[in-house]
């Protein structure tokens, strides 16, 4: 397959990624503590962190595993998931 072809597969599972983290987002804006859409938040950016990885996309991979890290922390308790992380959060999708 062609990279252009390749590229473009990839592009599309990161739109789709997104587009369930996006609708985490919006879920957990009502319910913040529910760990079920912590986990699915985190896998999504997981995956768009593989995805970009696998095309040496290493700005993204940097950006991706530092959203990681921030929900891993939520995940922990460590930091709670409120109204400025979740603002950032749809910011750092966008």
Known sequence: MPQDANFALLKDEVMEML???DAALLELDKAPGDKELLNR???????VKGACDMFGLAAMVAFAHDMETVFDQVRGGKIPFDRE???LAFAAKD
């Open 19 to 21: 587009g369930d983290l």
């Open 41 to 47: 938040a985190f896998r999504d950016i997981h995956t």
């Open 85 to 87: 992380l979740l603002d």
